[in-house]
């Protein structure tokens, strides 16, 4: 079965600092891979995903992640952070074929103004 | 932008008692799911359902829980016997074939 680990539980930076939240996953075949944000008092969304193709992958809002088939990882990055971006975000995987996403036990991320 | 719906948003119950949570799934989806998170914890898959039937569930997903599409847009969890343990948010989701879970905004259950 696939999982997820995801570190630094909590993050706080402040504003036009730089993100970068990783994300490791096990899984031996094909995966599809995502990171999903919850803002406060939101449902999950989908923040970008990685299905096939180049590894770079670019989401909503200036995010990008970076699927590293070697490293099992597919870390989250964000140039310059805003105040509007403190939210949960939750990295998962979904093994080729399989129904469940895994879920990472995401990151808290606070931005001061 | 169509969204999956779910009520109640809130829900109190005894232990003992059944619950029946509710989804409205975006309307051109094939497959449903339920997830639920206890607090603190990850978010864990519990089941997904495709033309009528379970397609794949978590070894949560035990005989206590059951889920229907009563009609073409409803997609119903119901726990028949609520424990302590069952106290968490549950998400439903929906998705097309092989493409991205849409997630609803969650039912908090909390058993007494």
């Known amino acids: 079965a696939q999982s997820v680990s995801q570190h630094n539980h909590h993050v706080i930076l402040s504003e036009a600092a730089s993100l970068e939240l990783g994300c490791n996953y096990s899984y031996g075949g094909t995966v599809n891979l995502f990171w999903y944000v919850q803002y406060p008092g939101q449902h999950l969304q989908l923040l970008l995903k990685?299905?096939?193709?180049?590894?770079l992958v670019k989401g909503i809002k200036g995010f990008e992640a970076e699927f590293i088939k070697s490293k099992f990882s597919f870390n989250l990055r964000k140039p310059s952070v805003q105040w509007s971006d403190t939210a949960e975000y939750f990295c998962a995987v979904k093994g080729y074929g399989n129904n469940r996403l895994a879920f990472g036990k995401g990151n808290q991320v606070v931005v001061i103004p | 932008e169509p969204e999956v719906t779910q009520t109640p948003s809130h829900q109190v119950t005894q232990m003992g008692q059944e619950v029946i949570l509710r989804c409205v799934p975006i309307?051109?989806?094939?497959?449903f799911y339920w997830y639920r998170q206890i607090l603190g914890q990850k978010v864990e898959f519990l089941v997904s359902f495709y033309n009528n039937e379970i397609s794949e569930k978590s070894e949560i997903f035990d005989d206590q829980f059951s889920v229907e599409r009563p009609d073409g847009s409803n997609f119903t969890l119901k726990i028949r016997s609520t424990k302590l343990e069952d106290s968490a948010m549950y998400f439903c989701?929906?998705?097309?074939?092989?493409?991205?879970?849409?997630f609803g905004p969650g039912t908090r259950l909390l058993v007494l």
């Open positions: 309307s051109n989806h094939l497959y």
């Open positions: 990685y299905f096939s193709g180049d590894p």
């Open positions: 989701a929906s998705s097309g074939v092989l493409s991205t879970q849409y």
